[in-house]
């Protein structure tokens, strides 16, 4: 089948806003009433004695408690820098699109034509509008179609600690698509799509919703939440891990489903259906068939957390 090439709709210009951030001011406080010579020397009193104490013990509260403060300041008067680029082309029927963020939002939605759309929206925040135009320019945002479906890149530059700096992607793929995603560090949320899964966030949270697995798929989260609404294709068999944060998952009361799920260090809990949840040590398992003769599996992993399952 004959693909068009990717048509950035804005890539040579991007578009850019800069915002400022402002503190809000300060109200003034009336000034404090004189204190009579007996609160002044309970006073004295007590700053001798506690002060050894704050010194030893508190030196290092006060140090970063100051340094928070001040780090607040700094960060609520930064200037936001923006850019914005889009792209847009054609795909194969059942495309296999492939998605890599480095940081940021990362939402996914089905359409109703054979094409994939993508906004790219690249912020940086620093203390001057150049510190931040800089910033961007250590970010890029790419989107090419491929043999099989389209290859999307948001990649944002290392060696600047301490930098602000995000990609959010808003993508529109058919409904009946395959998904890799990988994503460093953010939110994912997917929305009525219809394929097999690949999916791993290392740290996040990772929403479907109006889902349809199809064939070996899988999610992965390190740190953050899972949650799942939606539905297994026969012969579908999904795997759900994460290492730290819970797995909320929700089935048709009638799926014809085998669910597997244990937790190292946490709890498993089942609902509407009716489940034996076995206790070892401080983690719990269960493995049952939703209803007779299951025609896919859910096997969910979770080290510290919890699990859950409900009824659509």
Same mark, same amino acid.
């Given at each position: 089948?004959?693909m068009?090439a ?5 890539t ?19 000034p ?6 007996t609160?002044?020397i ?7 004695v ?5 010194v ?16 607040s300041?700094i960060?609520?008067?930064?200037i936001e820098?923006?850019a ?7 795909v ?11 940081a ?17 929206t690249?912020r940086?925040?620093?203390a001057s509008s ?7 320019n250590?970010?890029s945002a ?11 890149? $948001? =990649? @944002?530059q290392?060696n600047?600690? !301490?930098?602000?700096?995000t990609? /959010? *992607? ?5 409904r %009946?698509?395959?998904?890799r ?9 997917v ?20 889902m ?9 989260v390190t ?8 539905a297994?294709?026969?012969e579908?068999?999904?795997t759900a ?6 797995v909320n998952?929700?089935l ?13 260090v946490g709890?498993?809990?089942v609902?509407?259906?009716? $489940? =034996? @949840?076995?206790?070892?040590?401080i !983690?719990q398992?269960?493995?049952? /068939? *939703?209803n007779p003769?299951?025609?896919? %599996? ?8 919890t699990i ?5």
């Amino acid at each position: 089948m004959a693909m068009s090439a990717p048509t950035p709709t804005n890539t040579p210009h991007e578009r850019a806003t800069e915002t400022p951030f402002r503190s809000p001011p300060v109200e003034q406080q009336p000034p404090p009433r004189k204190a009579n010579n007996t609160a002044l020397i309970v006073t004295i009193v007590a700053i001798v004695v506690l002060t050894p104490v704050l010194v030893c013990g508190g030196a290092a509260l006060l140090a970063g408690g100051f340094g928070a403060l001040l780090s607040s300041r700094i960060a609520t008067n930064r200037i936001e820098q923006t850019a914005t680029s889009q792209f847009q082309f054609a795909v194969p029927v059942h495309p296999s699109i492939t998605i890599f963020d480095t940081a940021g939002q990362v939402t996914i939605a089905s359409g109703d034509v054979q094409q994939v759309t993508v906004e790219a929206t690249k912020r940086a925040h620093a203390a001057s509008s150049q510190a931040a135009q800089d910033l961007l320019n250590t970010m890029s945002a790419t989107a090419e179609s491929t043999a099989n479906g389209a290859s999307i890149n $948001a =990649t @944002i530059q290392p060696n600047h600690p !301490g930098s602000q700096r995000t990609i /959010d *992607l808003r993508i529109t793929v058919p409904r %009946t698509s395959d998904l890799r995603v990988t994503l460093t560090a953010g939110t994912l949320s997917v929305t009525s799509v219809t394929g097999v899964l690949d999916v791993t966030n290392t740290a996040g949270t990772v929403t479907m919703q109006d889902m349809t697995v199809q064939g070996a798929s899988s999610v992965k989260v390190t740190t953050g939440t899972l949650s799942f609404d939606g539905a297994l294709a026969s012969e579908a068999a999904m795997t759900a891990a994460v290492t730290t944060g819970n797995v909320n998952i929700r089935l048709p009361q009638t799926s014809a489903t085998h669910f597997d799920a244990s937790t190292r260090v946490g709890s498993v809990s089942v609902s509407p259906w009716t $489940a =034996t @949840i076995h206790q070892s040590g401080i !983690g719990q398992s269960t493995a049952f /068939d *939703l209803n007779p003769q299951p025609t896919s %599996t859910v096997t969910v992993r979770v080290d510290v957390g919890t699990i859950s399952l409900s009824a659509r």
